[in-house]
């Protein structure tokens, strides 16, 4: 594995109640996520087992592992695209057993998704205002007969998009056709999008994925940036090392659905279960 970028302070990770850490600024406050025995069964197959995971406010967290681990499995769980088969999920302090992924996203969790999902035919501005959807509050009448309060928001929220285009200096873009976007664009408007629904927990799924090595290290900068500037958390499912090394604070490592490791990037880096989990069990000579 890479070695942990250094230039960039990493917070001290310390123990919350049941078996989980969050950084020490976090302390104090409750954790935004709180996973407790999770798991899901598909045709009698566990897999997720026993997933217990806080993340901290303000926690830029990873969660790894090999292919088919079960990582994405995790995030379909706490965006209710799964319901899961046992164990409970806290979103800043409230169980959501009883939601679906609408009111997930409501409540304060956006993704986005290792296969970019945007509205390809509809320009950049558009996407980021469909994303904008919750704080739009016109009423029916209002939008159908054009009254001064639906211009007064469409214009509020044209502003709050290009504004969170600048995040990724896409602001110039925003008439661009969503679909004729360079593939590194259409990755960072995904992450625009989400942030447009206001969350308080930010599920980013492989959002380096067909990056070259200066779009990534842009990315990671980026990522810093809309935790500092949003104070949010954020997660983040990655396979490229650099960038999980370089930004995430706290990693949990699963494997077979199950968690192996849990600590800081210098913790993970060296702890023989996940070098096993990675590259396979050194034979005896």
Not at 1 to 11: A, R
Not at 124 to 148: A, C, K, Q, T, Y
Request: one cysteine or more; glycine letters at 8%.
């Amino acid at each position: 594995m890479s070695k942990v970028n250094q230039n960039y302070p990493k917070p001290k990770l310390v123990p919350v109640p049941s078996t989980n850490i969050i950084p020490d600024r976090d302390i104090g406050q409750r954790p935004i996520l709180e996973c407790r025995h999770l798991g899901i069964d598909f045709g009698g197959l566990s897999a997720v087992a026993d997933f217990n995971m806080a993340i901290g406010r303000t926690e830029i967290a990873g969660l790894i592992g090999p292919n088919g681990a079960g990582k994405t499995t995790v995030f379909n769980l706490l965006t209710k695209v799964y319901q899961p088969t046992r164990g409970t999920i806290l979103l800043d302090g409230h169980d959501t057993h009883d939601m679906d992924t609408a009111h997930v996203n409501r409540a304060g969790i956006a993704r986005t998704f290792q296969n970019i999902r945007l509205f390809e035919k509809m320009s950049v501005l558009d996407n980021v205002l469909v994303g904008l959807h919750n704080e739009m509050n016109n009423g029916m009448f209002s939008s159908v007969l054009r009254l001064p309060r639906h211009w007064i928001q469409e214009k509020r929220a044209r502003q709050k998009a290009l504004e969170l285009l600048s995040i990724f200096d896409m602001q110039d873009m925003a008439d661009h056709q969503a679909g004729s976007l360079p593939y590194g664009a259409q990755r960072r408007l995904e992450i625009v999008r989400a942030l447009a629904t206001n969350p308080k927990l930010l599920l980013l799924d492989e959002p380096a994925a067909g990056m070259n090595p200066s779009e990534t290290a842009e990315l990671m900068e980026n990522i810093r940036k809309i935790r500092d500037t949003f104070q949010i958390a954020i997660m983040l499912i990655e396979h490229d090392m650099n960038l999980v090394m370089g930004v995430c604070e706290g990693i949990c490592v699963l494997n077979f659905g199950k968690i192996i490791a849990k600590g800081t990037p210098e913790d993970i880096q060296g702890n023989p279960a996940v070098i096993e989990a990675y590259l396979g069990k050194k034979k005896e000579d």
